[in-house]
């Protein structure tokens, strides 16, 4: 039961710093003041251009955001029907580590890559659920 919480532990955290890169990103590319002012003059119309690499990673933050409520439900739906916990323990490694690989893939930019290990972070999602019934 340790190893499931560690790991909705990383996963929650893994969500909540993927906006570090972009936003960093953001506040070089716009400057520390108009940063901190909200938003440039003009801002969405006229918004400086961001580095590509920061604009996947807002996606892939957002990938993440979209994803973790499915997660969650599943992982402590498992919990409470008292599913094989260590099934449960190793699939939701394979999600964490499939959803540092996803970022960090698609960050990167590598190809051909970051649908695969998306998906099988989806999997890992659907086995979860699956150990349940």
Do not use: D
Not at 9 to 21: D, M, N, Q, R, Y
Not at 82 to 106: C, D, K, T
Not at 115 to 130: D, G, M, N, R
């Amino acid at each position: 039961m340790q190893q499931i919480y560690t790991y909705l532990l990383l996963s929650g955290a893994l969500t909540l710093l993927l906006w570090t890169p972009y936003i960093l990103a953001r506040a070089a590319v716009w400057g520390i003041p108009t940063f901190l002012n909200n938003y440039p003059e003009g801002y969405p119309q006229q918004a400086p251009q961001q580095p590509l690499w920061a604009e996947r990673a807002q996606r892939a933050h957002l990938n993440m955001v979209e994803t973790m409520p499915a997660f969650i439900a599943v992982v402590f739906a498992a919990i409470g029907l008292q599913a094989n916990i260590a099934e449960v323990a190793m699939w939701i490694s394979v999600f964490f580590w499939a959803r540092l690989g996803h970022a960090a893939v698609y960050i990167l930019g590598i190809p051909y890559l970051r649908t695969p290990v998306y998906l099988l972070s989806w999997f890992a999602i659907l086995a979860i659920a699956a150990s349940c019934l």
